[in-house]
């Protein structure tokens, strides 16, 4: 990016530091190379010619700016010039030459800036608008013109010292065009800082109104109602009947006066504070863009700052929604929920409901491997956390707790104790969180989900026989006769996220293992596992 658009784009406390600060350490730097090193003929003549354009270049442009701080721009770019001819020199005179002009240019800028900073308090962003700015403030103006001349080069101010010991230290090395160039572009510089103050007789209203009580002139308030862009308007087009006509700009009638003024250019439209922000979104993450967006506001550098807002909210609260999330461990659940299947929609949907009833429930999910149980857990306890009410995720063992947000297991969750035998209870505290919640909503109320495959949840029982183990399941508890039953049988496991060619594959495993589960494979394996 060229410099002064970062300037003009750059609140005026970041754009003094970036006009002061490198200028600072590359000089402090290079003053130590030339210290310790050497370098050779060429490479002086290059930095030679650097610090000729920089110097051509600076002064050039700073005549054709309209703007403050992009001439203060262009004066720096300047002033890299003149500064890079000490350590051009090479010789000790160069960098005690460098050090004072570092030292002057660092304090005008300073000064440059805090007034720069002043004015804009009351918006005062062209040079144009110095134009009267001695009539009402005559403190600022002077410091300003002092500044500025300085900045210019003109005996016996600051600024003339520091050029004067870098031109001496030029010539005392044997670069004899490039002082003459320095005096030249300094005269150049002289001009541009020299029509700082003017407004000719017809421009000095349009920037300042007479204020007849006090007999001063005050800076023209810039207005905000129809009339004042209608009249805004009317100094430019030509012709006009209607007031359709008068909105009409380029062939095409606006609805208000306002967008008419923008189109026709009239009015600033902080384009160059949207295409920062846009910029900055490249390598800045959201907060840092918000920091920026706020001290605009602060330093009053929005004309319309609804309108830069409208253009670049979505980059400032990119972070907010995936922060939200992050604090309430909630995954992007719109678009999980349109994943779900026409049948996970169903049981999601009977659950939620039970939830939101009051009506509470048992349920019991039942799916083979692969048909997005775990899948289903996630966007359930999604959904209702959500909404701030509490889901415990809980598992038979701790690596299927593992899949779960918040999961844990079983017994780890509710104190059940590992050996249980009639007088076994759950250690649960009523003072403890989970105790004031079990206390809130009594079994009744609430919405228990049991899940699972029984091929893959069946008991261990050593030694047992199958009707050990069928008496072991859930099946036997009291509880299961109040269970409703919702079943997933579609494996998503084939269809999503496998590839092509191991599809056939996986069905293939898929359909075995569900015939092993339902008996349909293999004889009697006499009670050992080969
Ligand atoms: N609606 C869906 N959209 C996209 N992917 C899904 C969907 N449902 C399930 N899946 C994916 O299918 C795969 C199997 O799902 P999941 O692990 O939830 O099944 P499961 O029934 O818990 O299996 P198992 O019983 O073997 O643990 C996972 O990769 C999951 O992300």
Redesign the pocket.
């Known amino acids: 990016m060229w410099a002064p658009d970062i300037y003009e784009g750059s609140p005026t406390p970041v754009t003094a530091f970036l006009s002061i600060a490198p200028k600072i350490s590359i000089s402090a730097n290079i003053s130590r190379l030339s210290i310790y090193g050497s370098y050779g003929a060429t490479l002086q003549q290059i930095f030679f010619f650097c610090s000729i354009a920089s110097m051509i270049l600076g002064a050039l442009a700073a005549m054709a700016q309209t703007k403050v701080k992009r001439l203060l721009a262009h004066s720096s770019i300047g002033h890299v010039g003149y500064i890079r001819t000490g350590f051009s020199c090479g010789t000790i005179e160069g960098i005690q030459s460098l050090l004072i002009g570092i030292f002057i240019y660092a304090s005008m800028t300073i000064d440059a800036f805090a007034i720069v900073s002043a004015l804009r308090q009351s918006r005062v962003k062209y040079i144009a608008d110095l134009g009267a700015l001695a009539k009402t403030n005559p403190i600022s103006a002077i410091t300003f013109s002092i500044t500025m001349f300085s900045y210019a080069g003109i005996p016996p101010l600051a600024g003339f010292c520091s050029k004067f010991y870098l031109f001496f230290a030029a010539l005392g090395c044997g670069a004899y065009f490039l002082a003459p160039v320095g005096v030249v572009t300094s005269v150049i510089g002289r001009w541009a800082a020299g029509r700082l103050p003017r407004l000719t007789y017809a421009e000095f209203p349009t920037k300042y109104v007479w204020n007849a009580p006090k007999r001063i002139w005050t800076l023209r308030k810039q207005g905000t109602g129809d009339a004042y862009y209608c009249r805004m308007l009317l100094n430019s087009a030509k012709g006009c009947r209607t007031h359709a006509e008068i909105r009409k700009v380029n062939g095409v009638i606006y609805p208000t006066y306002k967008e008419a003024c923008y189109a026709a250019g009239l009015l600033e439209d902080d384009k160059e504070y949207v295409e920062s922000i846009k910029a900055a979104a490249h390598w800045a993450p959201a907060d840092h863009l918000r920091e920026l967006f706020v001290t605009l506001l602060d330093q009053k550098e929005l004309t319309t700052p609804l309108t830069v807002w409208l253009a670049t909210w979505h980059l400032l609260v990119e972070d907010v929604q995936y922060k939200r999330r992050q604090i309430l461990q909630i995954p992007d659940l719109i678009r999980l929920y349109a ?3 026409t049948e ?1 929609k169903g049981v999601y949907d009977t659950i939620v409901n039970s939830v939101y009833s009051g009506t509470g429930g048992i349920y019991f999910v039942y ?12 966007i359930l306890a999604a959904g209702i956390r959500r909404k701030g009410d509490i889901v415990l995720n809980v598992a038979s063992s701790g690596i ?1 707790s593992l ?1 779960m947000s918040g999961g844990r297991t079983a017994h780890s969750r509710f104190h059940i104790p590992i050996n249980v035998d009639e007088t076994s209870t759950c250690s649960t505290s009523a003072q403890s969180d989970l105790g004031a919640m079990l206390k809130k909503n009594p079994f009744g109320n609430m919405t228990m989900v049991f899940g ?2 029984f091929r ?1 949840v069946l008991f261990v029982i050593p030694k047992g026989s199958r009707k050990d183990i069928v008496g072991a399941s859930m099946k036997q508890l009291y509880l299961w006769d109040y269970c409703k039953i919702l079943k ?1 049988t579609a ?3 084939l ?3 496998s590839r092509p060619e191991d599809v056939s594959e996986i069905r293939e495993f898929a359909e075995w293992i569900l015939n092993v589960g339902d008996g349909k494979l293999g004889g009697p394996n006499e009670r050992e596992v080969r």
């Not at 692969?370 to 857990?377: D, H």
């Open positions: 994943l779900l299947t996970q799916g083979y491997g692969g048909t997005g149980k775990t899948f289903l857990w996630k299927a899949l699972g495959d893959q997933l494996n998503m496991r269809t999503v996220g």
